[in-house]
């Protein structure tokens, strides 16, 4: 973070050049929104620079809230959430380097954010399992769970919202919760 960091001022209003897409483009403005997320999940898994993993899980929550940009790669969406639950199940998310002075505490939270917003395509995606929508409340449980400093009230907050949007799955992990 640095004094204007864009080379030039934002506009104020959308673009009316930029259009996007689930899959294929349709104009060399396009944004092919799949394409977009199978490039950011490779860096997730694999991508060894740090700057650009440490910029896409601190990006990505507010980018995935945009519910609308994202609806036409539901399946890459649906990729997304299952590398995410995955690397919060085993623990595999990336640890800070040392001269950054972030824990792995903070990539968690990080991992959290993108995730909340998450909940909100577990009933858009086509033939949703019933292990999808679990495996989000798991995560969250895990989350709470203090293993990760700072993440507990991000994850009741994100439990909240599943009662609302995937209740059965909350349901089924009542007694885990209430432990």
Not at 51 to 66: D, M, P, R, W
Not at 80 to 108: H, I, M, W, Y
Not at 137 to 165: A, K, Y
Request: hydrophobic share 35%; proline share 6%; charged share 20%.
């Amino acid at each position: 973070p640095g004094p204007d960091p864009l080379p030039e001022q934002a506009q104020s209003q959308a673009s009316t050049a930029v259009l996007a897409r689930g899959h294929q483009p349709k104009c060399k403005f396009d944004l092919v929104t799949g394409l977009w997320l199978e490039s950011l999940v490779s860096c997730l898994q694999r991508d060894a620079e740090w700057e650009t993993y440490s910029y896409i899980i601190v990006h990505l929550g507010a980018q995935l809230s945009n519910v609308d940009l994202f609806k036409g790669a539901l399946v890459q969406i649906k990729f997304l959430r299952r590398v995410l639950c995955e690397q919060v199940s085993n623990e595999s998310f990336r640890e800070p380097p040392s001269s950054t002075g972030l824990k792995k505490s903070d990539v968690a939270i990080c991992i959290f954010n993108a995730l909340t917003p998450l909940i909100a395509y577990a009933t858009m995606v086509e033939q949703p399992t019933r292990n999808d929508s679990d495996e989000l409340v798991r995560s969250f449980l895990q989350g709470i769970g203090g293993q990760w400093e700072g993440t507990s009230r991000g994850c009741i907050h994100s439990l909240s919202i599943c009662c609302l949007e995937i209740p059965a799955s909350v349901a089924r992990s009542y007694p885990t919760i209430l432990d």
